[in-house]
């Protein structure tokens, strides 16, 4: 059950094809609206996609590893929910972040010990717990409405870090994806990783305590989901439970974008960092224009399709050369291999 | 079976002879491979052969699998295929089963030259393959599994389930077994999956039935099963050719055998007469290489100890201990259990009794972390799936079991993974383009030196190998002894798992045998031959009757 | 030769037969025990929850998942994915509706042809990249439900189709009953119905099953496996289609949120909680209506006891995860028993 061979060299040529998309949407950008390129502007885009391009960097890992977590933004919700019902009720916000963390962590755990213990689908499973979770945020919340939130906590949507244009959430993305970054390309983990996304089983055989980091994984994306739903209320100085409603097919998106494949075992932070740009920036880009912005989703769509159409194309031509030698190709099931 | 005389005389048996027809004076001395047609036998009259294969080659690069094999298979006739791991057999069964194309040679159907293109071109032609590990499609019955594709119909193309589930019933009386054609297929055992693969063998009017292996995986009433389907699928008419390492069977069940060494066929001939002593020579007998690469310096401490491990079903009661500095060669035959009791020893895989400690320290169940940390270094049968990331450059690949230890405060960089991998690579003279090359693109001797390598790099003081040299080419297999024995004269300890007697022979200090998940016969090299060896596996030994 | 004697195989199986039919039509029958489960609970409690509005409200609400759900278990069962029905039923809803306002007096059967014929258009899309590029479903569904939602936000504008703009024939068949029944369900019962004859008795249909049981084997066994995964997408886009012009006749007001967010991934979830495998090879499409049903139920149901409908999300989710722990554990349990079975009966 695997995918067929690509051709390595793809993937590199990926990253510089998205760096080149991302400056084409720059020139765009620039070129329909002389605002784009304005400190305002980027304080704007670092906003709008930011709680985004936060929760896609655990995902990234998650993906890599041969997995998926489709309830990103139901922990999101859940987290936003716990910090309206609690503000309300007067808690302090130190006691709340505490408690939204461990029910950050407690999120992600269920989700790991449901796919590794009782090895169920992660694809499955993550959508249960995104029904699951976002219940939980619809009972905490009901149907109210929390909106009196400091106004220190608050100035997360208007004004940037030092008073610069560098959005909170940008700038936490930034420190996070370094972080990520280094995690998976230079730490033992980051190696087993990969090489458990792409192949469970020599990973295994290589001592690699597979269930125990994957487990690990979606804990950490529990945490940082929280996180991103704390930092979605404050922008918006909302708490509502339709908080993060339906993000996390954008989450996987921008992922999918970067170039991770969604078999596992490839992909790089850098990637999803570009692919963060270009979506955030078409986004962006159409605002400006008055275009209906919510159409970028075509352009966005369309370079997922490319995305995933190229390593193909090149893994046959370099088949076709000889270069690579043909293993045997089933219809694999991208998402964790279950337990058949 | 007669324990009869061997060589020499009357029905005498030498490689390359047949019996009943004229034979050449008796050559006591074992004579090279001379690979023979099959003479006709006086008694019969001349038949066509259903399905005849001549003068095959096939090459896979340096690898020269096959290099002269003819076969005939006869119709209401169970011929039986013979031969140590490498002596060709899979590839004729592939040749046969048109998955291959052979180099040289032709096949012929009916007498009629054919060139079979794809599998879909051999099922067209009769002939059918049962493998040892059918695959099935687990969700859906039985019925539908022999049927699916060619469903009989009603008016209006509608799927007959009623038909449909008849006719496989009567497919099942025919073979003789009660089998629910309405039964889903998962969970089914092996043994139920090999009749209805028969089944639909039968219902695609195969005439001629490879099975590859098939008893491998089956209980003793199970193979009675099979034998009674086997005698009715002969009775037929059909010609049904029988794979197996358990010459028991193969004296049982055929009529005639044909027993391959080193790509051809070296004996072709009727049962009777013939004894299993006869065979085992046949399979074996070749020029006694130089037996030793280096001999092993008297060994030291205790460095594995394996106390009466079982694994229910799979291997009972196993108990050996390994030295440092010595090499402990398991053998037998495949399906024994040796590559399960390794995984047990490592942590793969689980056990239900018994213990193993290392340096007198108790492993961990269950537990790789525990053995590699304990020294323990592993590598695996399955070069491809189990010990190698395919997708991973060679140097990650190599660092992949230690990582913690190229550290620097706490990261890893491809220089030190690069360091590290050349380091090794210059080692064990690993032939690759770059370092950063993706491990799929080395051939398989150079991706085996790779998996060594990885656990070379933890310095272990216990290393266990499966099948260090299969696939791979002579040189490389040579330069692998080498180093086993290199290893072991530093003081590793070394346990091996290996099907190939002449390696057994060469690197072995002490030679274990094991049979059906028990150890059966120990052996020092002094003492150790291919025979004994091969008898122990098979269960010739007196006292060792099935 | 050893004498002839009896075939020592497993004996006459059908104890194993009715083991594994009573388990598997457990799953089916399992789902509607709970289903049943729950109305008759709910009822008890509260006699209002059976009225017949309430039971038509529910049936008319539950139809539309479970018409889409057949398409979409289609696909599943070739062990692929569509995200893509969302947008495919939000554009079809807005198309074909507002096809009312552009072309006076088209009769309504041609509306109902429209969506078809756009769900078939982009389904067929769908399984060309698919089936013939052999890229992975879920990602190219993924692009396809962007690329379609973008092109519904283009078309719709900031317009809508306004209920006044239907007519009455149109909006009117939601609330059409026979015998108390809503005809709306018994029309998408008879679809269903016919998808699993098809699934069941056509030679194409059990080729899906083979494709998502075991691919390569599927491959092996010659079956045109590219053909069979371009019909399934094309007719679940189809489907999704028709679902669209249902949405319009239930709710009118169709606007670029027609489907509501997460519609593809509840539609999912109808199916595996209706016993349909994740990665393919069984479940039926009748399981996949029922689980839809069953999620349907449930909201009504809490709000007729008067427990907060904010509950529905968090039961939803959390029967789905009993559903695939269930299904887990009976086939883990299933299989070690049928094993046994053969071991005892072969020894």
């Known amino acids: ?151 220190s906590y608050a100035n997360v949507g208007v004004s940037g870090v030092f008073n610069t244009n560098l959005s909170y959430s940008g700038a936490i993305f930034i420190v996070l994806a370094v972080i990520f970054g280094v995690v998976i390309h230079f730490t033992p983990v980051g190696r087993s990783i990969y ?35 704390v930092l979605l209320t404050f922008r918006l100085s909302t708490s509502v439970n339709t908080n993060g409603l339906g993000l996390e097919l954008d989450v996987v998106a921008v992922v999918l974008l970067g170039g991770v494949s969604i078999f596992g075992g490839k992909g790089t932070i850098v990637g999803v960092v570009l692919g963060v740009l270009a979506f955030a920036g078409l986004q962006n880009a159409l605002l400006l224009t008055n275009f209906n912005q919510e159409a970028a989703s075509i352009p966005v769509g369309g370079l997922l399709l490319v995305s995933v159409f190229v390593p193909i194309m090149a893994a046959r031509a370099g088949r076709l050369r000889g270069v690579i030698p043909r293993r045997g190709a089933g219809t694999a099931s991208p998402i964790g291999s279950g337990d058949e | 079976m007669n324990p009869g005389p061997s060589a020499a005389s009357s029905g005498g048996l030498e490689p390359g002879a047949s019996s009943g027809g004229a034979t050449p004076p008796a050559d006591p001395a074992p004579q090279p491979a001379a690979p023979q047609p099959a003479a006709p036998q006086p008694a019969d009259p001349p ?105 009989p119909l009603r008016p209006g193309r509608r ?44 219902s695609l009017q195969a005439r001629v039935i490879i099975m590859d292996e098939p008893t491998a995986a089956l209980s003793a009433a199970e193979v009675a099963r099979l034998f009674d389907v086997t005698a009715t699928l002969r009775a037929s008419g059909a010609a049904v050719l029988f794979i197996s390492h358990r010459l028991e069977e193969v004296f049982e069940i055929c009529q005639r055998v044909t027993v391959m060494r080193d790509g051809s066929q070296v004996l072709t001939s009727k049962l009777d007469g013939l004894t299993a002593d006869d065979l085992v020579r ?49 053998s037998g035959l495949v399906g024994a259990g040796r590559s399960e009791v390794a995984r047990a020893i490592f942590g793969i895989d689980s056990y239900d009794a018994g ?71 210059l080692k064990l003279r690993i032939k690759f383009g770059r370092l950063t090359d993706p491990v799929f693109q080395l051939s398989g001797g150079n991706q085996q030196k790779v998996v060594l390598a990885k656990w070379l790099g933890r ?86 009757a099935r | 030769m050893a004498p002839a004697r009896e075939p020592s195989g497993a004996p006459a199986d059908a104890g194993s037969r009715r083991l594994t039919e009573r388990v598997f039509r457990v799953r089916e029958t399992g789902i509607i025990a709970v289903l049943a489960l729950f109305v008759l609970v709910t009822a008890l409690i509260q006699p209002r929850f059976v009225s017949s509005s309430n039971i038509q409200f529910i049936l008319v609400n539950a139809s539309v998942y479970a018409l889409v759900a057949l398409g979409e278990t289609m696909v599943i069962l070739t062990r692929n994915v569509d995200l893509s029905v969302q947008s495919v039923l939000a554009l079809s809803a807005y198309l074909s509706a507002g096809m009312f306002g552009h072309v006076h007096g088209i009769p309504i059967p041609v509306v109902f042809l429209i969506g078809l ?188 006891l008067g427990i907060s409908d904010f509950w529905d999300q968090a039961i939803a989710g959390f029967l789905l995860l009993l559903a695939i722990a269930i299904d887990r554990g009976i086939s883990v349990r299933l299989a070690a028993a049928l094993r046994k079975r053969g071991a005892d009966g072969g020894t």
Not at chain 1, 81 to 97: D, E, K, Q, T
Request: contains cysteine; charged residues 15%.
């Open chain 2, 159 to 202: 799927i007959d389930s009623r038909q449909m589930r008849a006719q496989a019933r009567a497919l099942f009386d025919e073979l003789g077994v009660r089998l629910d054609p309405g039964r889903i297929c998962r969970g089914l055992s092996i043994a139920d999956q090999q009749i209805i693969e028969i089944a639909k063998a039968l």
């Open chain 2, 282 to 330: 046949a399979m074996v007998g070749r020029n006694l290489e130089e037996r030793t690469v280096g001999q092993a310096s008297a060994p030291g401490d205790q460095v594995l100890q394996v106390q009466r491990l079982t694994r229910e079903g799979v291997f009972t009661d196993i108990s050996f201990d390994v030295r440092a500095g010595e090499i402990v060669a398991l």
């Open chain 2, 355 to 425: 213990a193993v400690t290392v340096h007198g320290r108790p492993l961990h169940r269950s537990s790789p972390t525990s053995a590699m940390a304990a020294g323990v270094g592993f590598v695996p049968e399955d070069r491809r799936q189990q010990g190698l990331v395919m997708d991973m450059s060679v140097q990650q690949n190599m660092a992949l079991a230690s990582l913690n230890r190229l550290r620097h405060l706490g990261l890893i960089t491809g220089k030190s993974e690069h360091d590290f991998a050349a380091d090794w690579a």
């Open chain 1, 195 to 229: 090489a458990m996304g792409a192949s469970p089983e020599a990973a295994t055989f290589a001592g690699i305590r597979v269930k125990r980091i994957k487990t690990m994984l979606f804990i950490v994306s529990g945490v940082v989901c929280s996180l991103a739903g």
């Open chain 2, 459 to 544: 310095n272990p003081s216990l290393l266990i190998v499966d099948e260090p040299t299969r696939g791979i080419d002579v040189a490389t297999k040579a330069e692998v002894h080498r180093l086993l024995t290199q290893l072991a004269r530093d003081g590793v300890a070394i346990l091996m798992i290996s099907s190939e007697l002449p390696e057994v022979l060469r690197v072995g200090d002490r030679i274990l045998v094991m049979r059906e998940g028990r150890l059966v016969a120990e052996y020092a090299r002094s003492e150790a031959s291919e025979e004994k060896i091969m008898s122990a596996a098979t269960g010739q030994l007196q006292g060792q």
């Open chain 1, 1 to 151: 059950m695997e995918p067929e061979h690509r051709a390595p060299l793809a993937w590199l040529r990926w990253e510089t094809g998205l760096v080149l998309v991302v400056i084409a949407i720059g020139v765009l950008g620039v070129s329909t609206s002389s605002e784009f390129l304005t400190g305002n502007n980027i304080f704007n885009l670092g906003l709008q996609s930011g709680e985004i391009a936060i929760m896609a960097l655990p995902m990234t890992l998650i993906v890599i590893s041969g997995e998926i977590d489709l309830s990103v933004a139901s922990i999101m919700g859940m987290s936003s929910a716990l910090l309206g019902y609690l503000w309300h009720r007067h808690w302090s916000m130190l006691a709340i972040f505490a408690v939204i963390l461990v029910v950050g962590v407690l999120a992600g755990a269920i989700n790991g010990l449901l796919i590794t213990r009782l090895r169920l689908p992660s694809l499955a499973v993550t959508i249960g717990t995104l029904g699951l979770y976002r219940g939980v945020a619809d009972i905490v919340l009901g149907p109210n409405t929390v909106s009196n939130f400091p106004g």
């Open chain 2, 47 to 151: 038949r066509v052969p259903l399905l005849s294969l001549s003068h095959a080659a096939k090459s896979f690069g340096a690898v020269h699998a096959l290099v002269d094999a003819s076969i005939d298979l006869y119709g209401g006739e169970v011929h039986g295929l013979v031969g140590e791991n490498g002596a060709g057999k899979s590839t004729l069964v592939k040749i046969l089963a048109g998955v291959h194309r052979p180099d040289g040679g032709w096949l012929a159907v009916n007498g009629d030259p054919i060139m079979l293109h794809s599998p879909a071109a051999a099922r067209d032609a009769g002939i059918a393959v049962i493998y040892q590990e059918p695959t099935l499609f687990p969700d859906l019955t039985a019925a539908e599994n022999i049927f699916m594709g060619r469903q």
């Open chain 3, 117 to 304: 014929g756009i769900g078939l258009a982009f389904g067929a899309a769908n399984g060309i990249m698919v089936a013939l590029g052999r890229v992975p479903s879920l990602v190219v569904t993924l692009a396809t439900l962007y690329i379609i939602q973008g092109i519904d936000i283009l078309v719709v504008g900031g317009n809508e189709v306004v209920a006044s703009s239907l007519p009455s024939a149109f909006v009117a068949i939601p609330t059409v009953t026979v015998l108390d029944i809503p005809w709306l369900a018994i029309a998408v019962a008879v679809v269903i119905g016919a998808g699993a004859y098809y699934l069941r008795t056509f030679r194409s249909g059990r080729e899906m099953y083979a494709i998502g049981s075991n691919p390569d084997g599927a491959r092996l066994a010659g079956i045109p496996v590219a053909r069979r995964v371009f019909t399934a997408f094309t007719l679940c886009g189809g489907i999704a289609g028709l679902g669209g012009v249902l949405w319009a006749a239930q709710y009118q007001t169709i606007n670029t949120s027609a489907g509501g967010t997460n519609f593809s991934l509840i539609v999912i979830a109808s199916a595996v909680v209706g016993g349909v495998a994740i990665f393919g090879g069984s479940g039926s499409v009748i399981g996949a209506g029922i689980g839809a049903l069953l999620l349907g139920t449930i909201n009504v149901a809490l709000d007729v």
